[in-house]
């Protein structure tokens, strides 16, 4: 009987990755999921809010499965993403990635080996740049660490202009998914590359990251329209015009790029004194804590390059 009851949860586990089961609606905890018939725009909202929507293996299977639900409901052109509350997403949820408590989640992960969880995170982004229907990212307050790998991963962006976007961990031990080349011109993909600086929403659309900057209290609105708007071509030709434009990138590199990035973000900690002293502490510290030490200095250096950058604008 044991062996029987094994082999049903092994089998209720592949229906799991089957499309089948993407056509199944769900009962979500994590996220919002409302579809607007008239539009044919579907929104997924993630709802952690006090906890500024941070990414649990819960929330991104959650997210995942309105993605593809989406993406297999021909009365759906557009899909958006945006956070509840005061932040888009701060990033992947720290607290509780050793968790074993099972979940939705943890039959999504795959995570054998040392680079396992770079790998892991790459290739699930990318089942949203491989998707048919077209996926709106809407940024406010924060969209970083994991965050800013979701919002990259989107195919159009709209943010407020004070939204922090940016990869601070590369502080300490490294990134999972090194976008910045991909979404930036050389030298700013470089600086926050080298220095794990955020840039603002504002800076991000001037760079021509984000396709509009809206103010919060107009987002929601303009977000909706914009939607509407991507949503009046038939959705079979905009599937065709997302993977020809897609395809003129992976020519260019982006997917082995990113995969071989990845394969190498065990030895960014493996191969620096420093980031593994980081790593032992990120374990044995609290986290604001920690977040202190690998971030003040940083904040010291802002002000005075801000200092001198405002001494500039006065001058002219």
């Known amino acids: 009987m044991a062996e029987q009851n094994q082999d049903d949860e092994t089998l209720e586990e592949l229906e799991i990755r089957s499309a089948s089961w993407y056509q199944k609606k769900l009962a979500y905890s994590d ?17 952690r809010p006090e906890k500024m929507n941070a990414m649990s293996h819960q929330l991104r299977a959650e997210l995942f499965h309105a993605l593809k639900h989406s993406d297999l409901n021909k009365d759906i052109n557009v899909i958006v993403i945006k956070g509840a509350g005061r932040c888009f997403t701060a990033g992947y949820d720290l607290t509780g990635m050793g968790s074993d408590e099972p979940d939705l989640g943890s039959q999504f992960v795959d995570t054998s080996g040392v680079t396992h969880w770079a790998r892991y995170v790459v290739q699930q982004w990318f089942q949203i740049w491989d998707l048919g229907k077209v996926v709106i990212g809407q940024l406010h307050g924060y969209a970083l660490a994991g965050g800013s790998e979701l919002a990259s991963m989107c195919d159009l962006l709209v943010s407020t202009p004070d939204c922090q976007i940016g990869y601070p961990p590369m502080r300490s031990m490294g990134v999972d998914m090194l976008w910045f080349p991909w979404n930036l011109p050389m030298r700013k993909a ?26 919060q209290e107009d987002i929601d609105e303009f977000t909706a329209v914009f939607a509407e708007r991507v949503a009046l071509m038939n959705w079979q030709l905009a599937t065709q015009y997302k993977r020809a434009t897609k395809k003129a990138y992976e020519i260019q590199g982006i997917r082995t790029a990113l995969d071989g990035q990845a394969l190498f973000a065990y030895h960014r900690v493996s191969e620096s004194d420093f980031a593994r002293d980081m790593a032992k502490k990120f374990g044995s510290m609290p986290l604001k804590e920690y977040l202190n030490l690998r971030d003040d200095p940083y904040k010291e250096n802002k002000a005075r390059m801000d200092e001198i950058l405002a001494r500039q604008k006065k001058g002219d």
């Open 31 to 47: 996220i919002i999921y409302e579809v607007n018939e008239d539009t044919h725009v579907a929104t997924i909202t993630l709802n």
């Open 190 to 215: 470089m600086e926050l590359a080298v220095t794990g600086d955020s840039m603002t929403g504002e800076e991000a659309y001037r760079l021509g990251m984000v396709n509009y900057c809206v103010d």
